[in-house]
């Protein structure tokens, strides 16, 4: 955040009063751009401005723009912050600088939720992506993307992520879920105009490829660091990247995106067998899972060792201290009522395996189905290539299908929901 300017620096830097802008604006306007050499139009484009709007600021015709349109500017012409705040005074805009609340004229913005303060058994997968994203003087683009199969905790590792780097990223963290409340996803443009609200723009351009020129303008000159939840795909969130190294964006997705040919990826896998029993004893009590050891670890297994499923099992296990570990791990036991017992609240694993389900096509789905139709466990390449190639490539890429060792095998997750889908007929 910016230091607040003081009335003294303000005069120095800007001796008109507001009642003395007029032409001010304009002829200040007219240098920065002779010093940044930009033509009006190069400064249209940048700005996300009309021609004319330029020139009617710059021969005094517009002689009071609005507190947007400095910012715009600003942003375009890489004004340092006391040239910002000293154009903020030429509009006749002195509080704004004068108030000290970063240049927008609003507190920058922290739109994360809420944290989950420790992270069990991703303790590598943080200190590389923290490390990546917060690096300085390099100019390779800071995109992070984090993906795995369903329950693995994307979610929660992207904004653990961001909240480590706030410090790093002053003028603003800007959170968007990229899926639409009935499951689809969120249209480019429509996030474009949401991400441009979030960082101060009070009216944003109709066309989406202006949005997406404005938003790179603006990140280019800021440290801001955007987290994508959600993503559905590479064609919904590229409008939204930028290749500035002073801003990052960090993308949780159920699919991975492959055709995004920069940034690094995280493929988040299941928990260890140690480390889930040690998030279940954060959950429940160490005292519980050391009293029922056996118990525990059959947990673990039929949660898959997800931090999705192991959560739900805590928080089915925290508010009843008289029943035991071993009550829990029977009713898990039977595959047919899994999914009833993995249900708590807001958190469900099959709601989970579900959005990730519906993203695939019919075809994708006979797919599925048919492996799970078969009892396997495993396959291998040979096999499934048989079966239809395309299918099983786009199912490995969406993180249904999972591979190690050469093996295959359906994500156990859903696995159970393909089974109980079939056996309502759905």
């Avoid at 351009?205 to 790179?216: C, F, K, T």
């Avoid at 055709?259 to 954060?282: K, M, N, Q, S, Y």
Wanted: a neutral charge.
């Amino acid at each position: 955040m910016a230091a607040p300017l003081a009335s003294g620096d303000l005069e120095r830097t800007w001796p008109f009063t507001n009642t003395q802008v007029g032409g001010a604006f304009g002829t200040l306007l007219r240098d920065h751009r002779s010093s940044a050499r930009l033509t009006q139009e190069e400064l249209a484009e940048l700005s996300g401005m009309s021609v004319r709007a330029i020139r009617n600021l710059e021969i005094g015709r517009t002689e009071r723009p609005q507190q947007h349109t400095v910012h715009q500017l600003a942003g375009a012409l890489r004004l340092t912050d006391s040239a910002h705040g000293a154009l903020l005074v030429a509009a006749g805009r002195a509080h704004l600088a004068l108030a000290g609340i970063d240049q927008r004229g609003t507190p920058a913005p922290c739109e994360l939720p809420a944290d989950t303060q420790r992270l069990v058994g991703r303790s590598e997968v943080l200190a590389r992506l923290t490390e990546f994203l917060g690096s300085t003087g390099t100019a390779e683009p800071k995109l992070a993307i984090v993906t795995g199969a369903p329950g693995t905790g994307k979610t929660a590792t992207v904004v653990h992520i961001a909240h480590q780097l706030r410090s790093n990223y002053p003028d603003g963290q800007i959170y968007a879920d990229l899926e639409a409340p009935d499951g689809s996803p969120v249209p480019a443009s429509a996030l474009l105009g949401r991400l441009l609200r979030s960082l101060g723009m009070s009216s944003v351009p109709d066309n989406v490829d202006e949005r997406g020129g404005l938003l790179r303008t603006i990140v280019a000159a800021r440290r801001v660091l955007l987290v994508l939840d959600n993503a559905a795909g590479e064609a919904q969130i590229r409008p939204l990247l930028t290749l500035s190294p002073r801003s990052a964006v960090l993308v949780a997705s159920r699919q991975r995106l492959t055709a995004l040919r920069c940034g690094r990826t995280v493929v988040l896998a299941p928990l260890g067998e140690v480390d889930a029993l040690v998030l279940l004893a954060e959950l429940v009590g160490t005292r519980r899972v050391l009293a029922e050891p056996q118990a525990a670890k059959g947990l673990a297994e039929y949660c898959a060792r997800r931090p999705l499923a192991l959560h739900i099992a805590g928080a089915w296990l925290a508010p009843r201290p008289r029943r035991t570990l071993a009550e829990l791990a029977r009713l898990l036991q039977d595959e047919r009522r899994r999914l009833d017992h993995l249900d708590v609240a807001d958190l469900s694993v099959r709601g989970s395996v579900a959005a990730s389900l519906r993203r695939l096509d019919e075809r994708e789905q006979r797919t599925v189905a048919l492996l799970v139709a078969t009892g396997r466990a495993e396959f291998d390449a040979d096999e499934l290539h048989r079966i239809d190639q395309d299918s099983v490539e786009k199912l490995f890429q969406a993180n249904i299908l999972l591979a190690e060792n050469g093996r295959y095998q359906v994500d156990p997750l859903v696995r159970l929901v393909v089974r109980e889908n079939e056996l309502k007929g759905t």
